[in-house]
C-alpha cells in the first residue's frame, strides 16, 4: 500500500473539465494499479441519469497526465453535496520517488476543497484508491473529518486470475467443486447478454434484494441501462446468464477497467437451487476474467467483520459462514480492506456541529440521513 506525506511540487498545470467524455483521462486511470471505474469518464455518464454531474481536475507535466480526481455532485435537499469514490489519483510508477507521490497527493487534496468551494458543496465524501493509504494528519491539514455519515465499502474480496487456470481451479472449494459438477450434470448453461436483457437481469436483482429486504442498486431499470450503454460502448462490461431449458436463473454484471474486472451486480431467481445455477455463473466469469488477461477479479464489497476475522486468522461464525461472503470465499480468494473515508464539510458552524454530534454514538445514528443519497456504496445487489 503507498503512503504518502505533506510535499510541495513545481511545474504541475492542472485542468478542469466537465465533460462525459474524457478518453485521456480514462487512459491514465487504466495505465496506474490505482486507477478505479468509479474515477472514470463511463462512470460519469452512466450516473448522469441519477442527476449526478462530474467534476474533473486533471494534473499534467510536460503534457502527460500525473494525477487528477473526479467528483461526482448532486442537488439534494440539503444542498449540493459532492462523492470522490477511489480518488484522488496520483501517478505512481515503479521507481517512483515517494516524495513526487506525496506532493501530487497534497496538492490534490487543495484543489478538492477549492474545488467543493467554489462550486458550493455543501459537504463532500473522500475515498482514496484501494491500494492507496493517506495519512489522518494529511487529511486533517485539509479540514477533512472522519465520515461517520454515510455508509462507504470498506472491504472487499480479490481473486488472483493472472495465474494458471490450473492454480485458479486448485483455490475452490471442494464442495463449490462438486456444486459445479452438478450444475452441468443437471442441465444449467451460460449465455452471454445483451443490452435486450438488461429488463431480465434487473428483475433477478430484484428478486435477490427482496430476499435480502434491501433495494436494488441502482434502483431502476433505466439506470442499470445507462451503465450499460456507457460501458458497453468501451468494451468495459460484461453480461452473463446461468439459464436452465432456456429460462434465465441467476446472472452476473461484470466491469472490466484497467486490468481488474468487478462483479458489479448479480442477480438470482431463487429457483433451482439445487442445480447451482449461482457457482455455474460465478465460476464462468473468473474463468472469462482469466482469458481476457485480467490481473484481478474483484468481488466488489465484502462484510468488513468477515475480513478482519480471516486477517486475523479468527475462525467464521456460524451467521459468517451464511450469505454472499462465505459463497465467495469458495473461490479462494483473498479479503483487502480499504482505506477509510472521510468528510469535508464548507460551512464552519456545520463542521463544528459535525464533530460534536458525531462523537455521540446515539447522535451519530441520528444523522445519518443528511447525506444518504451517494451512488452506488454497495447496497443492493
Not at 468481488?299 to 459468517?320: D, F, Y
Request: net charge positive; proline share 6%; with cysteine.
Amino acid at each position: 500500500m503507498v503512503t504518502v506525506k505533506p510535499f510541495q511540487t513545481a511545474g504541475t498545470v492542472a485542468r478542469f473539465s466537465a465533460e462525459l467524455e474524457d478518453p485521456q483521462w480514462d487512459a491514465f486511470l487504466e495505465s496506474t494499479p490505482l486507477g478505479h471505474f468509479q474515477q472514470s469518464a463511463l462512470w460519469a455518464r452512466a450516473k448522469q441519469i441519477e442527476g449526478w454531474r462530474p467534476i474533473r481536475v486533471i494534473f499534467t507535466e510536460t503534457n502527460r497526465i500525473v494525477g487528477g480526481f473526479q467528483i461526482l455532485t448532486k442537488d439534494t435537499r440539503f444542498g449540493p453535496i459532492g462523492y470522490v469514490s477511489k480518488g484522488p489519483v496520483v501517478l505512481h510508477a515503479a521507481g517512483a520517488a515517494d516524495a513526487d507521490v506525496a506532493g501530487l497527493m497534497d496538492m490534490a487534496l487543495d484543489a478538492v476543497v477549492s474545488t467543493a468551494k467554489n462550486h458550493r458543496l455543501r459537504a463532500l465524501v473522500l475515498q482514496p484508491p484501494d491500494a492507496l493509504a493517506i495519512p489522518a494528519p494529511l487529511l486533517h491539514r485539509h479540514r477533512f473529518l472522519s465520515n461517520h455519515l454515510i455508509t462507504v465499502i470498506s472491504a472487499t474480496l480479490v481473486m488472483d486470475t493472472a495465474c494458471p487456470m490450473d492454480d485458479i481451479i486448485s483455490r475452490i472449494r471442494k464442495t463449490a467443486k462438486i456444486e459445479l459438477r452438478q450444475s452441468q450434470k443437471r442441465g444449467i448453461t451460460i449465455r452471454d447478454g445483451h443490452e435486450r436483457d438488461i429488463p431480465v437481469f434487473f428483475r433477478l436483482m430484484r428478486a435477490t434484494c427482496e430476499r435480502q429486504h434491501t433495494v436494488p442498486s441502482p434502483s431502476t431499470e433505466a439506470a442499470l441501462l445507462a451503465t450499460w450503454r456507457a460501458f458497453h460502448a468501451a468494451g468495459r462490461i460484461r453480461l452473463s446468464f446461468a439459464e436452465y431449458q432456456g429460462t434465465p436463473i441467476a446472472g452476473a454484471l461484470c466491469l472490466s477497467f484497467g486490468g481488474r474486472l468487478t462483479l458489479w451486480k448479480k442477480g438470482w431467481s431463487g429457483q433451482h437451487r439445487d442445480r447451482h445455477p449461482n457457482q455455474a455463473v460465478m465460476f464462468d466469469a473468473i474463468q472469462w476474467a482469466h482469458h481476457h488477461r485480467h490481473k484481478l477479479f474483484d468481488c466488489a464489497a465484502m462484510h468488513p467483520r468477515t475480513a478482519l476475522a480471516l486477517l486475523n486468522g479468527q475462525p467464521l461464525s456460524e451467521n459468517q459462514k451464511k450469505g454472499r461472503d462465505f459463497f465467495l470465499l469458495g473461490y479462494g480468494g483473498k479479503p483487502v480492506l480499504l482505506p477509510d473515508s472521510s468528510l469535508f464539510i464548507q460551512n464552519p458552524a456545520l463542521r463544528s456541529l459535525y464533530k460534536t454530534a458525531t462523537a455521540i454514538p446515539l447522535a451519530r445514528k441520528f444523522t445519518k440521513s443528511i447525506l444518504a443519497s451517494l451512488p452506488d456504496r454497495g447496497q443492493g445487489a
